[in-house]
């Protein structure tokens, strides 16, 4: 079953990935945003839990910052230029975790 989750991870990842590249440019429509804020906060949640299970406290707390930014429930209001940036930054994170947050075996086998 931790060989399954550490493969959900990687495709969690690089759909958040996608999307966050393809909410930059400008032309999305609102509703657009307002999905990618439910996909990224789904996706941070995702890997806060397999980073609890790692006892990786440093990806902790950088998805806990992700899930914080992006949450789609008590919304943080940006304007366009900072919102780019951010997401390119988290387009980044995600894809580092995809190489960075592994586990040996004996952890994959606990989760």
Do not use: H
Not at 15 to 27: D, K
Not at 36 to 52: C, G
Not at 77 to 93: E, H, Q, R, S, T
């Amino acid at each position: 079953m931790g060989k399954e989750i550490i493969k959900y991870k990687n495709i969690a990842s690089v759909i958040s990935v996608v999307f966050l590249l393809l909410a930059i440019p400008t032309f999305w429509s609102y509703g657009y945003y307002i999905l990618l804020r439910w996909i990224i906060t789904a996706s941070a949640l995702f890997l806060i839990w397999i980073s609890y299970s790692l006892k990786n406290k440093s990806w902790l707390i950088l998805m806990a910052i992700v899930a914080l930014l992006f949450n789609p429930i008590a919304p943080i209001y940006l304007d366009k230029g900072n919102w780019v940036v951010i997401d390119f930054i988290v387009a980044v994170i995600f894809l580092a975790s995809i190489f960075k947050l592994k586990a040996n075996s004996v952890v994959i086998n606990n989760l």
